[in-house]
């Protein structure tokens, strides 16, 4: 009688007929539908950020000394539609998201690279000649030689003539987020799971349960108080914020998105167990962000664009302002390096401070 009882009030429920375990999603695993989730954007976003906020400069190397010189003008401003902190973002995103990032040269008369424009990296694609020895860039239409691109690849392969894409990689991880995060948003829709159960002490015919079942959905549709007969009880069928949300998993996710980008699980909201933040873990962390994660992409950056240049000549990324220290630290080392024998000019500690 109960499983009638429970068949019944499960034609009735409005959400889902029969119950049924929510399907799982259809979207595919690739770079847009990743960047839907919250923690890969951010992530991104993250990764971009600090790389577009640190200034560039040009060293020529003569005579056995490297010589810091005023920046190109293409350095400072890579072309007439985007500035120094757009291109540097956007190179960083289409690396992080695709796994590759193309630079487009355009020279003058003399053979100098004037500007760069940046092609974008979901619309360009690589292949080799016929030869199998140069490659050649398709982009809208177009045919370019490496002569006219810079291929940036964050993951180089041998025998690959594209780098690999962290998302393309890691597709099962981002499909599970993808479905994880669909699953949550359908749960209250699509669970097969009814706000509430009818009990009864008594046995009841079919007909019996399906006028107790239609009677309290008419009370319910127009928010009138309910009337429960002898012998029946209503109870609400509810889960948790923490069951509902499924916190640890969705924490998981995340946890596993950070691993996947390099970036600290601190930085996406997220915390690993056994972990605690105090001053000295915080800035050994950003060192270690910078190092194992952030130089992947500004030394990649770098060396295309001292490509560029002429022989001899580089561009660097100035790092300083990433660990800069609170003020105290910095004029107390200022002092020690201006004392006794000084190792700084006041010109040298004024430029570093943007005086």
Aim: glycine letters at 4%; hydrophobic letters at 40%.
């Amino acid at each position: 009688m109960a499983n009638i009882f429970q068949r019944i009030l499960g034609q009735r429920e409005t959400r889902t007929t029969p119950p049924v375990i929510p399907p799982r999603s259809t979207t595919q695993a690739n770079p847009e539908t990743a960047l839907t989730l919250t923690a890969v954007a951010r992530a991104v976003q993250i990764l971009a950020t600090p790389v577009s906020k640190m200034y560039l400069e040009t060293y020529r190397f003569a005579g056995g000394i490297s010589q810091k010189i005023e920046n190109p003008i293409f350095v400072n401003r890579p072309s007439i539609d985007d500035t120094r902190r757009d291109l540097l973002y956007q190179l960083v995103v289409d690396l992080a998201m695709y796994g590759n990032a193309y630079l487009l040269k355009q020279f003058d008369s003399q053979g100098r690279i004037v500007q760069v424009f940046q092609l974008p990296a979901w619309a360009t694609t690589v292949r080799y000649d016929e030869t199998g020895t140069f490659k050649l860039f398709d982009y809208n239409n177009n045919t370019y030689t490496a002569e006219r691109v810079e291929h940036l690849r964050l993951m180089p392969r041998s025998g690959y003539a594209r780098g690999t894409s962290i998302l393309e990689s890691c597709a099962p991880d981002v499909r599970a987020a993808l479905d994880l995060r669909d699953y949550q948003t359908n749960w209250f829709s699509s669970s097969g799971v009814p706000t509430g159960v009818i009990k009864s002490s008594r046995d009841l015919t079919a007909a019996d349960a399906e006028a107790m079942t239609a009677a309290w959905h008419t009370k319910q549709a127009t928010r009138q108080i309910a009337v429960l007969a002898n012998g029946f009880d209503f109870q609400h069928v509810q889960l948790s914020p923490r069951d509902a949300l499924m916190t640890e998993v969705a924490s998981q996710s995340v946890q596993q998105i950070a691993r996947m980008f390099g970036v600290p699980a601190r930085l996406l909201l997220t915390g690993v167990d056994g972990s605690s933040d105090t001053y000295t873990n915080l800035q050994d962390e950003n060192q270690v962000f910078y190092r194992h994660t952030l130089m992947a992409y500004t030394d990649v950056i770098a060396e295309a664009l001292s490509n560029c240049l002429p022989r001899g000549t580089r561009v660097a990324f100035d790092s300083q302002s990433l660990f800069a220290a609170d003020m105290e630290s910095r004029f107390n080392m200022y002092a020690t390096a201006l004392a006794g024998e000084p190792f700084m000019t006041v010109d040298e500690v004024r430029e570093r401070e943007n005086l």
